[in-house]
């Protein structure tokens, strides 16, 4: 019945990622959770320690992807801040819009951030400030891919172990 709770746990927790709720770590703690409450069926702090690096790798680049891109797509290092800066106010911004809000918002907020911080840069013009804008919004794209992909691994890693 453990090993239930557990996986639903896991899977509510894996929904919760794409929306930019901490599903990663809700995870995470079911798993040292279970590790420490049932004491026949352990998961291992090995499992649990993956798990946890797992996690941070999925946070530095949900974090990071935003300013790469914004400098990959011709962008100034200014541009870069002003994605990474912008994607976590718009998470925040859009906290109160239930379920999209903060999806929303962070997609909105790396695209505003690196549009606004390009725009400041004596030599951008408007196509070349949007392309940067574009690039931290796809950046942003791919980093919740990536990071709903490793909660992914993250789910099957800690019911896997947990059920062996």
């Known amino acids: 019945m453990a090993i239930v709770v557990l996986a639903a746990i896991c899977a509510v927790a894996l929904v919760l990622v794409p929306l930019g709720l901490p599903g990663l770590w809700i995870m995470v703690a079911a798993g040292i959770g279970y590790d420490m409450l049932v004491p026949q069926a352990q998961i291992g702090w090995t499992a649990i320690a993956i798990a946890t690096g797992l996690g941070v790798i999925a946070e530095y ?35 109160p819009v239930p379920v999209l809000g903060p999806i929303i918002g962070a997609f909105a907020g790396a695209f505003c951030g690196a549009l606004v911080a390009e725009y400041t840069n004596r030599t951008a013009t408007a196509g070349t400030a949007t392309r940067v804008a574009t690039g931290a919004l796809i950046g942003r794209l791919l980093a919740a891919a990536i990071k709903t992909g490793i909660a992914t691994v993250v789910a099957v890693l800690l019911v896997f172990t947990a059920w062996r």
Do not use: K, T
Not at 67 to 95: F, N, P, Q, T
């Open 61 to 95: 680049l949900e974090f990071s992807l935003g300013s790469r891109y914004a400098r990959r797509y011709g962008g100034s290092r200014r541009a870069g801040w002003g994605a990474l800066v912008g994607g976590l106010v718009g998470a925040i911004v859009g906290v």
